[in-house]
């Protein structure tokens, strides 16, 4: 997953576009040519930690540390995470450049952190440190927020890359996730990288299969994943009413045995009530209430009305 992550999002058109997408709903406001590989002791020192991929972007005026964190699972503590990479890498900078101090009104480069989330149950963690930490009342105004900005790719919001390769690998998740192909999709062809990478991630066998098949340039994907879920869904069916009717007899039996011993019970009392045996000595006898047995007899005297009314109404 890292190895991959690492080819295919550290394209520098494809990371610039996750940014893009974040920040300017695609708009290409941050630019390829600007994005620079970063070998010094920070982001060495960054990526110790398990950042995914670090890059400077610098445009002439100022310098950006950019970080990608590529999580396939719910991570509580991740707001403490990014919080503590991006501390690790000001404070590195700060050394690397200064020998003491910062000089007054130097200006530090800015740090930006995304949080790529490609899993497919709901994140359902702390987005903001206050969700994360006990804040008690009063100290609200002194307590210093910090949220992550995370893009996650399994739920109904469509995220615009303005990167073909992006977008086709945001794409595919949503469909993977939702299990649902557009119609307007279905003859749409697919970077081929990114099919390869929707398969690490999600480790679906039908989109391994389409890409072994194909040869280079853009695929076709969607028919065949339609056609998968069309398959799934009807499997899903088809158990769903064996399960029901299988139910439906375990509870036919169930009820029979119950109305069987009630019709038992009911032989039995009333053959001892006949013989002139008391509701009380017939309850101590059998170790019930006399409640129930009362409960049984009207019971059954109703049951016979209603039989009795169905007849002459015939």
């Not at 081929?192 to 194909?214: G, H, M, P, W």
Request: proline content about 2%; some cysteine; aromatic content about 10%.
């Amino acid at each position: 997953m890292d190895i991959e992550s690492k080819k295919f999002l550290g394209q520098p058109k494809n990371f610039v576009s996750i940014f893009n997408a974040l920040l300017f709903d695609g708009q290409p406001v941050l630019k390829p040519e600007y994005l620079k590989d970063e070998n010094s002791e920070l982001v060495m020192n960054v990526s110790s930690k398990h950042v995914d991929i670090i890059k400077r972007y610098e445009d002439g005026t100022y310098l950006d540390l950019f970080v990608i964190e590529s999580q396939s699972y719910v991570d509580q503590s991740m707001v403490a995470r990014v919080m503590e990479y991006e501390s690790v890498a000001r404070m590195r900078y700060i050394r690397q450049n200064f020998k003491k101090h910062v000089p007054m009104h130097t200006r530090l480069p800015m740090i930006l952190t995304v949080v790529l989330y490609v899993g497919e149950s709901k994140w359902n963690a702390a987005k903001r440190l206050s969700e994360l930490e006990i804040i008690h009342p009063g100290f609200e105004d002194m307590f210093n927020e910090f949220k992550l900005n995370l893009i996650e790719l399994n739920t109904n919001h469509k995220y615009n890359t303005g990167e073909k390769a992006t977008q086709d690998f945001f794409d595919l998740l949503r469909m993977i996730y939702r299990k649902q192909v557009l119609k307007e999709d279905l003859d749409r062809e697919f970077n081929r990288d990114a099919l390869y990478f929707a398969y690490v991630v999600t480790k679906n066998k039908e989109l391994l299969s389409i890409y072994n098949k194909s040869e280079k340039g853009d695929v076709k994907v969607c028919r065949a994943l339609d056609e998968m879920f069309e398959e799934s869904t009807n499997k899903g069916i088809q158990m769903g009413i064996k399960q029901g009717i299988e139910k439906g007899f375990e509870q036919g039996i169930e009820q029979g045995i119950e109305q069987g011993i009630a019709l038992n019970q009911f032989e039995v009392y009333q053959t001892m009530l006949d013989k002139g045996f008391s509701i009380k000595t017939i309850a101590s006898i059998f170790s019930v209430s006399e409640e129930s047995i009362k409960n049984l007899l009207m019971k059954a005297d109703l049951d016979e009305c209603t039989c009795s009314t169905h007849s002459l109404q015939k």
